[in-house]
């Protein structure tokens, strides 16, 4: 890999399902992410998706491509615009580094309101 190689795209289907099973997962038992209710009490159109849930899914994107001995060394990512159910999030990359066996991806996750997910991930990836 070379400093500005992307990665091929992930849609991601952001299903009711994946939201809550991704809560419960990660113990994070705020009913924003289970009920709609008190969601929309609290501003939000429907239930939406935890950080540690995107967390996972943007390891699983640089892992499915550096594949199975690749080894995460640091992931740093903010949230932006929330997915709900029935969106897509499009998961994109651009190697921003590659030195040795270590390389840094610059990481965009992109629904159909905007950017929900953008950061940095270092991966090793063993020769």
């Not at 540690?52 to 491509?65: A, E, F, K, Q």
């Not at 590659?98 to 990836?125: C, K, P, Q, S, Y």
């Amino acid at each position: 890999m070379n400093a500005g190689d992307r990665l091929p795209p992930l849609e991601i289907p952001i299903t009711r399902t994946l939201i809550v099973a991704g809560a419960i997962a990660s113990r994070d038992y705020q009913d924003v992410h289970h009920d709609p209710e008190p969601a929309r009490r609290k501003g939000s159109p429907d239930i939406f998706m935890n950080i540690l849930t995107t967390n996972g899914l943007v390891g699983r994107y640089i892992t499915d491509h550096f594949g199975p001995r690749a080894e995460l060394r640091r992931v740093a990512i903010r949230l932006g615009a929330p997915n709900h159910p029935g969106d897509t999030m499009v998961l994109t990359g651009t190697v921003e580094e590659a030195d040795g066996d270590l390389v840094t991806v610059r990481v965009v996750g992109a629904n159909g309101i905007g950017e929900h997910v953008m950061g940095t991930v270092t991966v090793r990836v063993p020769g």
